[in-house]
Each structure stands twice: as structure tokens, then as C-alpha cells.
């Protein structure tokens, strides 16, 4: 018997994951810069461990993440001028 799942769950499901490896690609970094910056704050944990140990970063939490990043670093309108 399979179990039905709402759009709404679905929806709340991540759709990609994101490795280490992944996200050293995506900002032109090498992995350990990826483990530093977890390690001083400035990117967020891996929402999922692998059973081999590997982190894993879900997609939503990668771009929230780059969005909150990009709200810190915007100037306010006010200085624009």
C-alpha cells in the first residue's frame, strides 16, 4: 500500500542536494574553504549526513542562505544617493 503525499508536502520536500564538492564549484572555492566557513558562522551546517559521513546541503537552505547574505551586503537606499 502506498502512501499518498499532498502537493503540500511534496512541496516542502528539498529537490536537490547539494555535496561539498557541489557548492566549492558553485563559488569558486576549494572544499576546504567550504569546512571553514561552516566552522566560523558564515555558511550553514548540512542539513543531512550521509550513513558514509558525507554532508549534504539541501537547495532551499543554499539559497536562503545566499539571499541572507545578499540583504547583509545591499547598501540601504538612503547611502545609495
Known amino acids: 500500500m502506498e502512501t499518498q503525499v499532498s502537493k503540500a508536502e511534496k512541496a ?3 529537490t ?6 557541489n ?3 558553485r563559488y569558486g572555492v576549494v572544499t576546504r574553504t567550504i569546512d571553514r566557513w561552516c566552522d566560523d558562522g558564515l555558511f550553514p551546517e548540512p542539513d543531512l549526513i550521509l550513513p558514509s559521513g558525507a554532508p549534504r546541503w539541501s537547495d532551499e537552505l543554499v539559497v ?4 541572507g547574505s ?12
Open 64 to 67: 536562503a542562505h545566499e539571499r
Open 12 to 14: 516542502k520536500r528539498p
Open 16 to 21: 536537490r542536494y547539494h555535496s561539498k564538492n
Open 70 to 81: 545578499v540583504a547583509k551586503h545591499a547598501k540601504p537606499e538612503s547611502d545609495a544617493a
Open 23 to 25: 557548492l566549492a564549484d
